[in-house]
Nanobody, 114 residues
Framework: QVQLVESGGGLVQPGGSLRLSCAASGIIFRRYPMAWYRQAPGKQRDLVATINFFGSTTYADSVKGRFTISRDNAKNTLYLQMNSLNSEDTAVYYC????????WGQGTQVTVSS
């Protein structure tokens, strides 16, 4: 049974940092390119960052230079380091593949507010 479990979200002040994790089970994780998505209230779910088998990464313009996606294949875990957070980063964050081929997890809420 394939499962993605996101964690690490919370309430943070503007300018702060958070590190999200996505634990994958039921798949051979190292064989999958992975991605982070986010969905703000009333908006569509948007792609934030991707990482392929070799560790090559891409980022949405809105997070470039502030967010870093990484993976630990030995732990079947995907990460998103988020720095210099602002209110526009407030959203529920999800992981999946870039083609959205896996069941969605529950996501983790990130709220940036003073």
């Amino acid at each position: 049974q394939v499962q993605l479990v996101e964690s690490g979200g919370g309430l943070v002040q503007p300018g702060g940092s958070l590190r999200l994790s996505c634990a994958a089970s039921g798949i051979i994780f190292r064989r999958y390119p992975m991605a982070w998505y986010r969905q703000a209230p009333g908006k569509q779910r948007d792609l934030v960052a991707t990482i392929n088998f070799f560790g090559s990464t891409t980022y949405a313009d809105s997070v470039k230079g502030r967010f870093t996606i990484s993976r630990d294949n030995a732990k079947n875990t995907l990460y998103l380091q988020m720095n210099s957070l602002n209110s526009e980063d407030t959203a529920v964050y999800y992981c999946n593949t870039p083609e959205i081929t896996l069941p969605w997890g529950q996501g983790t809420q990130v709220t940036v507010s003073s």
